[in-house]
């Protein structure tokens, strides 16, 4: 029974406040959640202004992003409005109630839009009988991303802790924006450094298939006509029977340097660039180059091809003989191993490459950088090589049990395109 003149709790009023504030601490969770479960910006704008609008009761809403060249705001996700309305708003800082709030860096509540002049489609609100507007900074670091902006038929009046709410909402997703943001500029940033790293290597293949044909075309071509020339004066020379057999015997000496030294540079013309990857492919390539390595330190190799074998861009193919032509180096200098297995497995959007040896192996986790000595140099250059043509690339070893340098590489799109534009003779 009520006492006349004290004051009685309104606990009706007291349910729907304890009701509303857990709705609100739920949407924030939820606002929480999305931020550190997610990593794609337009779904967090989404989930956040679907929370927003459902705390609110709101009708219409949005997030506006600002652009830092032109200093605007655009909506980025809108509910509620029309596509050609969202279109033509594209907001200076100081225009309108939400270029104001980010320039000032302050939020804004309007319990009633008709009294306010700075709304920028007030027909729109007129139509649609939008009382209660909400104008948020999303901010990082004392730094205005955007605005989010909520209109709502139902007239409210916002208390402190609404206001610390939508505050706290806005502030973690002005964190999102900023992360995303840097995100994309290293993301950006990488791939401008992928491209340059790619032309580098294109650049760098370009002067060794330059240099190997200098050599092959004028030097070795001397070498050999040397050679012949050399053979034929000991044979004219034994037929005279007027010089010694002393000056014949460093003729012959002289024949066979030069003999050798015309195989060591076909050799260096081949490891530059050898001639069967720009004619018959990469395959050729590798098999010959393994054979003509491994064979004679009494290695066997077997090069084994899976899938529907198909040139490739130059620019990739060099590539991966280049990192596959490391990998045999180690193979011959390091492994000890009396096999080795290549494997190159063709898919549709992928291009797989193994090599195997039975080896000494040896213990991965001590290569964490590149040594004085050199040592750890394969292993990062393949990896860069790898990543440029963005694959991955790996090594698994254990001491005793020989070695396994993988390599998987998307195809794709370039794939096709080396299959349109082939030469005739590939």
């Excluded at 709790?9 to 959640?33: F, H, I, K, M, Q």
């Excluded at 050399?230 to 007027?242: F, K, P, R």
């Excluded at 198909?310 to 991966?320: G, N, Q, V, W």
């Excluded at 390599?407 to 370039?414: F, K, M, S, Y």
Aim: some cysteine; charged content about 25%; hydrophobic content about 40%.
């Amino acid at each position: 029974m009520a006492v006349e003149g004290q004051n009685i709790p309104d606990y009706e009023n007291c349910e729907n406040n304890a009701e509303r504030l857990s709705r609100e601490l739920l949407a924030l969770s939820r606002v929480s959640a999305a931020l550190s479960e997610l990593s794609d910006l337009d779904a967090i704008l989404r989930i956040t202004l679907d929370n927003v609008l459902q705390i609110t009761n709101g009708t219409v809403g949005g997030i506006l992003l600002l652009d830092e060249e032109s200093k605007t705001l655009s909506y980025r996700v809108y509910h509620g409005l029309t596509s050609d309305i969202v279109e033509k708003i594209h907001l200076k800082l100081g225009e309108s109630i939400s270029g104001k709030v980010a320039e000032s860096n302050k939020a804004v509540f309007l319990e009633d839009t008709s009294k306010d002049p700075n709304i920028t489609f007030p027909e729109l609100l007129n139509v649609d009988g939008l009382k209660t507007f909400i104008s948020i900074p999303l901010r990082a670091k004392q730094q205005v991303f955007g605005v989010i902006t909520i209109a709502s038929q139902i007239q409210r009046r916002f208390t402190q802790t609404d206001i610390s709410l939508f505050y706290a909402i806005g502030d973690q997703l002005g964190i999102a924006i900023e992360y995303a943001m840097l995100y994309e500029r290293l993301r950006k940033a990488r791939e401008r450094l992928r491209r340059l790293a790619r032309q580098n290597l294109v650049a760098e293949e370009e002067e060794r298939r330059r240099i190997a044909r200098e050599l092959h075309d004028e030097t070795s071509q001397s070498l050999s006509g040397l050679s012949l020339q050399l053979e034929a004066i000991i044979e004219i020379a034994q037929l005279n029977g007027n010089l010694s057999a002393d000056f014949i015997g460093k003729l012959k000496k002289v024949q066979s340097l030069t003999v050798h030294v015309h195989k060591e540079v076909s050799h260096l013309i081949s490891n530059l660039h050898p001639a069967l990857l720009d004619t018959l492919g990469l395959v050729p390539a590798i098999r010959q180059y393994a054979e003509t390595s491994l064979q004679p330190l009494g290695i066997n190799v077997f090069v084994e091809t899976l899938g529907n074998v198909k040139r490739l861009p130059s620019d990739i193919e060099a590539t991966l003989f280049r990192v596959i032509q490391g990998a045999i180096g180690n193979v011959a200098q390091h492994s000890k191993a009396r096999n080795a297995i290549i494997t190159l497995e063709y898919r549709p959007d992928q291009l797989l490459f193994k090599l195997k040896d039975d080896g000494q192996g040896f213990d991965v986790s001590k290569i964490t950088d590149i040594e004085e000595g050199g040592r750890g140099r394969g292993l990062f250059s393949m990896r860069e090589r790898i990543g440029f043509l963005g694959g991955t690339s790996g090594i698994d070893s254990k001491l005793g049990t020989g070695t396994t340098v993988w390599a998987n590489i998307p195809i794709g799109q370039e794939f096709y395109y080396a299959e349109k534009n082939k030469s005739p003779r590939s």
